[in-house]
């Protein structure tokens, strides 16, 4: 004997369809959390659980111009990213690459070791006036120790230098040299002395 299949009354194919609608609603709101998990995980700069950006975390973040340096942070070295000059340890940051650049004894700011805008330490000699820390910074070899800057060359400071041919002498701007002393002209030699293989004798 056959059973037909009484067809699902009208009002059961709803509730059906809306259990179908209900498991798939669940369904996206598991996928839809799990994706955002996801991409709070693969984001370490954004600030998780009251972490705040530091100048040690080992990524670029608030405002540093390259990875905790720049900005806020200490400088940069050279060839790392940069905004100003300030981000930078050289203190030049090149606008055109917006990296930091090398020291040089030409880039109008003192950098390198020098005592004063491009002058002393590796650079050429600072002129009068200019700040020194050591005598070798000074065009005139002498650095007054109770300013800190350059003197200028004379014929009583103990050092060769000027047009001087020896210490304080010769060179046509100081007195004449005495025996033994250098020179390069006889005229740097005291009367009645030559100037022989650059000595006065």
């Known amino acids: 004997m056959l059973h037909l299949r009484t067809p699902a009354s009208p009002a059961s194919r709803t509730r059906i369809a809306a259990l179908f609608a209900l498991f798939a609603l669940v369904a996206l709101g598991a996928g839809a959390a799990a994706c955002s998990s996801s991409s709070a995980a693969s984001a370490p700069d954004a600030a998780t659980d009251g972490d705040v950006a530091s100048c040690s975390d080992g990524f670029k973040n608030g405002t540093e111009t390259d990875i905790d340096c720049g900005g806020s942070c200490p400088a940069c070295g050279t060839s790392m990213s940069c905004r100003i000059g300030a981000d930078c340890l050289s203190g030049v940051c090149d ?33 009068a006036g200019l700040v020194c820390k050591l005598a070798s910074d000074c065009a005139s070899g002498v650095c007054d120790p109770t300013v800190g800057t350059c003197v200028a060359a004379s014929c009583s400071d103990h050092v060769t230098n000027g ?35 650059g000595t006065c004798s």
């Open 95 to 127: 606008r055109t690459l917006s990296i930091c650049n090398v020291p040089s004894c030409s880039d109008g700011v003192v950098n390198g070791g020098e005592s004063d805008v491009d002058c002393g330490g590796p650079c050429s000699g600072c002129g």
């Open 163 to 197: 047009a001087e041919t020896d210490v304080d002498c010769g060179g046509g701007t100081c007195a004449a040299c005495a025996a033994g002393k250098k020179c390069a002209l006889a005229r740097d030699c005291a009367s009645g002395l030559g100037c022989n293989a």
